[in-house]
């Protein structure tokens, strides 16, 4: 029955594993490359992107490893004739959901409801909730075509927060800059 999934999972790995070696090669060889030998004279831009492109490559090595593995452990369950169970309430997961995802171990729901979602908030979003409501408005000009593409949004009065260059010290410290228009439509509010 799942046949098909397991010559695409085989294949995916033989890519995964395919791809890691052509990495391990092409880092291997920058590794052996004397390149510069100091970088005292390197721009610190250049620096930064040497590092980001080496962090990039680890990133996406550390993906395809997990792919691997999720991949591993997928062929092992068709082994075992358990592969296409969900593990957290032992359905049967939909074959719709294995052609899209044929490393899936729970159906839909159990996915969505496990899913952890970050609860932090910026600080810049704390900030402006103490500052209150009254600094927003979906007010729209009446000098606005319909036609305008801006029609209906709030960047022609939407401002921005800024802090000191030490960052974030608290809302005390946050300034809050208004655009021309926000003025323009306080002075129409203050003349009705």
């Known amino acids: 029955m799942y046949e098909d999934l397991k010559k695409q ?17 092409y880092t291997s060889d920058k590794m052996n490359d004397p390149g510069e030998l100091s970088h005292v004279d390197n721009h610190p831009a250049d620096e930064a992107t040497e590092l980001y492109d080496r962090e990039k490559d680890m990133a996406i090595r550390k993906q395809w490893e997990k792919h691997l593995q999720e991949i591993e452990i ?33 159906v839909v729901l159990e996915e969505e409801r496990t899913r952890s979602v970050p609860n932090d908030r910026p600080v810049e979003e704390a ?11 979906n007010y729209m000009d009446e000098d606005t075509s319909p036609d305008d593409e801006s029609t209906g949004y709030t960047e022609e009065l939407e401002g921005f927060l800024s ?10 410290r ?11 439509y306080i ?3 203050q003349e009705e």
Do not use: W
């Open 9 to 25: 999972l085989e294949k995916d790995k033989q890519d995964i594993l395919k791809q890691i070696e052509q990495e391990a090669t």
């Open 187 to 189: 002075e129409e509010r």
């Open 174 to 184: 946050v300034t809050f800059h208004r655009n021309k228009q926000y003025e323009h």
């Open 127 to 137: 900030a402006m909730n103490e500052m209150g409501q009254g600094y927003y408005s």
């Open 163 to 172: 802090t000191g260059m030490n960052g974030f010290e608290g809302s005390d």
């Open 74 to 106: 997928a062929l092992n369950k068709m082994e075992k004739g358990t592969y296409g169970i969900c593990e957290k309430t032992g359905q049967s997961i939909p074959y719709e959901r294995l052609i899209a995802q044929p490393t899936a171990t729970t």
